[in-house]
């Protein structure tokens, strides 16, 4: 076994209340604890405290009085496709309005790229991913929309992740036009049949110009049927019936959360299902962004995710989607890095991951900043210093 004791940090954010200030984020702050530390045994958090109660171990590391937090918790995002959009892009930002059928052109690209550069791109998102602080990601399917590409698309993101989504309910590709009853046919059969191995979780992108809820609700109890987790794109274009649904089907998460009714956030707060925030998907569409606040006053459990996607928001990172929930929708620099990492951990069901107490990963982030909170006040700032996953440095 090999011990490494991490010490001399100015302020350690543990997502654990019992501990620090007993606030949402369980900070330890060396003004008031001493300096913190944390030691890690092989893959695992052992021990958290001040250093002056600190055990030995067989290195150590000296943060010079810069942040430590929990790695981000990725929850949502699409990174394996070919091609970009970043024409679509422009055109939007000249006042072209975003609509779901600009999927269709990455699902061509998608196809017809072989499964090595595929992989090869997928490898570089997954660095990308590392370097900005995410040690645990999902990657959902959706842009092969056939069953041999969906496959090598679910396949490829299990090579990288645990946390795989299969969704061929993204859109209704183009050769099933005005036969969606048919592709949902396919969808929930051999289509399942072929990606259900390599996925943990089934998605629909319920919303107009996409699936309506009485499909959304067949493809789901077809995944569920399959021992799937259920989780869904929803309400991010309209007030729809999709966030309802999901509460009725007990999904982890639903996913933008953009329009809700009232009734929508009484069922979330009354529910287990974790609403996700995916501000860079306003911020790149230019459309309203949603009111976290209201969730959290609510008493909504929120995520926030990146939504990583060549059409609607290609950004991966996590400090960006933290600025924009800090300034744009509401939320306080500790929620928004809560939601970013322990509200992503609950919207994949994960309790070994999001926090640092004893027994978790040890999924580890240094901050060059005195404080988490530098995180939204210093937007577009490469801050994040090294990187650990499982105990090691990335
Ligand atoms: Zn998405």
Known sequence: MRSTLITNIGELVTNDESVG????????????????????????????????????????????????????????????????????????????????????????????????????????????????????????????????????????????????TF???????????????EYIALVTGEMLDACAPYSKWIDVFCDDGAFDVDQARRILSAGRARNLGVRMHANQLTLGAGVKLAVELGAAAVDHCTYLSDEDVEALAKSQTVATILPGVEFSTKHPYPNARRLLDAGVTVALASDCNPGSCFTSSMPFCIALAVREIGMTPAEALWAATAGGARALHRSDVGSLKPGMKANLVEIKAPSFRHLAYRPGVPQIGRVWIDGNLV
């Open 21 to 164: 200030d007993r606030s949402l984020l369980g900070v330890l702050r060396a003004s008031t604890d001493a300096h913190a530390s944390v030691l890690v045994n092989d893959e695992v958090i052992q021990w958290v405290g001040s250093s002056d109660a600190a055990p030995d171990a067989d290195e150590v590391i000296d943060l010079g009085g810069n942040t430590l937090i929990p790695g981000f918790v990725d929850s949502h995002s699409h990174l394996v496709f070919a091609g970009d959009r970043v024409d679509e892009f422009e055109a939007r930002m000249r006042g072209e309005k975003y609509a779901a059928g600009g999927i269709l052109s990455t699902v061509a690209a998608t196809r017809a790229a072989t499964d090595e550069t595929l992989r090869t791109r997928l490898r570089a998102f997954v660095d990308e991913l590392h370097s900005q602080g995410t040690t645990t990601f999902e990657i959902k399917s959706g842009y092969g929309l056939n069953v041999e590409t969906e496959e090598r698309l679910v396949r490829l993101a299990r090579e990288v992740t645990d946390e795989v």
């Open 167 to 181: 969704l061929g309910a993204h859109v209704v590709p183009a050769e099933f036009n005005g036969r969606s009853e």
